[in-house]
T-cell receptor
Framework: AQSVTQLGSHVSVSEGALVLLRCNYS??????LFWYVQYPNQGLQLLLK??????LVKGINGFEAEFKKSETSFHLTKPSAHMSDAAEYFC???????????FGKGTLLTVNP | DSGVTQTPKHLITATGQRVTLRCSPR?????VYWYQQSLDQGLQFLIQ???????AKGNILERFSAQQFPDLHSELNLSSLELGDSALYFC???????????????FGEGSRLTVL
């Protein structure tokens, strides 16, 4: 069975600081990996996805994530946080042949002025 | 705007009652997914339909059922409601071929159900 672990349910950074949100996955076969963002009172929106092409994936709003098979990780980063980045971020995994997308518990990002 | 429409946005009802949540997918998307989001369980996959047929089931209770109609809209029926069913219910759609989750899911804004 596939699963996703997001380390840290809450991350707080200062505006302009590096954002690092951690995600580790377990999957018996090469997975498809995703990061989604949920702003208050909204649905989820795709930030980026890894589908076995380049291991460094660039997404929207300056975010990127690196797939590291040896570490089974897919951490999300952004060099400089902006106030508008405050939201909840979800890592998700799919095997491709499996029809369901499995989400992590989410990490709430707070950006302090 | 994701293009996925969910109604109602908010619903308050009593234990033992039955409610129906409605979802209209993005134009052209054949797959519809239902997810439940709660503080203790996080985002849980409930069920997926592809072009009118049930394709995958997740942690969906027997008291819950869903269907996808010929016009591709979907309904999630929740019956014999319990306090623990209070949650945000999301619908998502995608154009993935044969239900393979290799692409992007487009989420609606959710229906917030409160059971009193």
């Amino acid at each position: 069975a596939q699963s996703v672990t997001q380390l840290g349910s809450h991350v707080s950074v200062s505006e302009g600081a590096l954002v690092l949100l951690r995600c580790n996955y377990s999957s018996s076969v090469p997975p498809y990996l995703f990061w989604y963002v949920q702003y208050p009172n909204q649905g989820l929106q795709l930030l980026l996805k890894y589908t076995s092409a380049a291991t460094l994936v660039k997404g929207i709003n300056g975010f990127e994530a690196e797939f590291k098979k040896s570490e089974t990780s897919f951490h999300l980063t952004k060099p400089s946080a902006h106030m508008s980045d405050a939201a909840e971020y979800f890592c998700a995994v799919s095997r491709g042949s499996n029809y369901k997308l499995t989400f992590g518990k989410g990490t709430l990002l707070t950006v302090n002025p | 705007d994701s293009g996925v429409t969910q109604t109602p946005k908010h619903l308050i009802t009593a234990t033992g009652q039955r409610v129906t949540l409605r979802c209209s997918p993005r134009s052209g998307d054949l797959s519809v997914y239902w997810y439940q989001q709660s503080l203790d369980q996080g985002l849980q996959f409930l069920i997926q339909y592809y072009n009118g047929e049930e394709r995958a089931k997740g942690n969906i209770l027997e008291r819950f059922s869903a269907q996808q109609f010929p016009d591709l809209h979907s309904e999630l029926n929740l019956s014999s409601l319990e306090l623990g069913d209070s949650a945000l219910y999301f619908c998502a759609s995608s154009d993935d071929d044969r239900g393979r989750v290799t692409g992007e899911l487009f989420f609606g804004e959710g229906s917030r159900l409160t059971v009193l």
